[in-house]
């Protein structure tokens, strides 16, 4: 049974006076069934980490070396000495913004199990891609390039998220969620066999809101949400936590 995971990523959002949110968040956190992640920006990760235990903190990137002279950057093995247990990688922003390569994905997710962190890998097509039917190529190439060899359902979650779908408003129906999904729980067990395959939870990204969390969280092989705007406050992601039970 793979346990379903409600992941916040705060992105560049968040000073200390928003702690409070977690504090709120934690009542939620504590009744929940599914597991309860945020990642917040690197300033926040250990004050976050102090307020539950309940309620797991990770990183949105992080470096391919564990140290050394890279100005600015922050390594996985950083975040785990801050409390983090997950980091996200390859995520669209940090793939447009940063140039972040399949490859370079690759490299982070090696390094963030070297640390023991859990990789969130984030794979999506952008709209001219979906337009032109071509997203399931788009995800297996992205899948099949970013995710090192020896994934387990430790080690590795997937976080499809559909680049147009980001941060709009706007989500894929129902059916193409679950079209998606089944084709990365099919290549993962291809790839890592049926155990491996069926352990990894996959979780869809983009526009999760408390409206439509319900109905996303029924979609086969749905095992979470990566959630963005409406994880800044505990009064919208607690209904996603709910919904995912
Ligand atoms: C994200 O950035 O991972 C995300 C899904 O954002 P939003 O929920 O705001 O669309």
Redesign the pocket.
């Known amino acids: 049974m793979r346990k379903k995971l409600a992941a916040g990523?705060w992105?560049m959002n968040g000073l200390q006076e928003n702690l409070h949110e977690i504090k709120l968040l934690s009542k939620y956190a504590n009744t929940a069934t599914c597991e309860v992640l945020i990642c917040p920006p690197a300033t926040l990760l250990q004050s976050m980490n102090a307020i539950s235990s309940r309620i797991a903190v990770g990183g949105q990137t992080c470096h391919t070396e564990t140290s050394g002279a890279h100005t600015g950057d922050i390594s996985a093995q950083m975040l785990a000495d801050s409390g983090a247990t997950y980091v996200?990688l390859g995520?669209?922003?940090r793939r447009s913004d940063c140039n972040e390569t399949d490859a370079v994905v690759r490299t982070k997710t090696k390094a963030a199990w070297a640390a023991g962190l859990t990789a969130i890998v984030?794979i999506g097509e952008s709209l001219s891609e979906r337009e032109a039917s071509n997203t399931i190529d788009i995800i297996g190439g992205q899948l099949a390039a970013s995710v090192p060899d020896k994934a387990t359902g430790e080690n590795l979650v997937i976080?499809y998220?559909p680049i147009w779908?980001?941060?709009?408003?706007l989500t894929p129906s129902l059916d193409q969620i679950g079209e998606v999904h089944d084709f990365i729980r099919a290549r993962l067990e291809r790839r890592f066999g049926a155990g491996v395959g069926r352990s990894v939870r996959i979780l869809y990204?983009?526009?999760?809101?408390p409206k439509n969390a319900t109905d996303i969280a029924q979609v086969s092989n749905v095992d979470g949400?990566?959630?963005?705007?409406?994880?800044l406050k505990a009064a919208d992601f607690s209904y996603i936590i709910k919904a995912l039970g």
């Open positions: 990523n992105k996200i995520h669209s922003e984030c976080a998220e779908a980001i941060g709009t408003g990204g983009g526009s999760m809101n949400g990566l959630v963005g705007g409406a994880s």
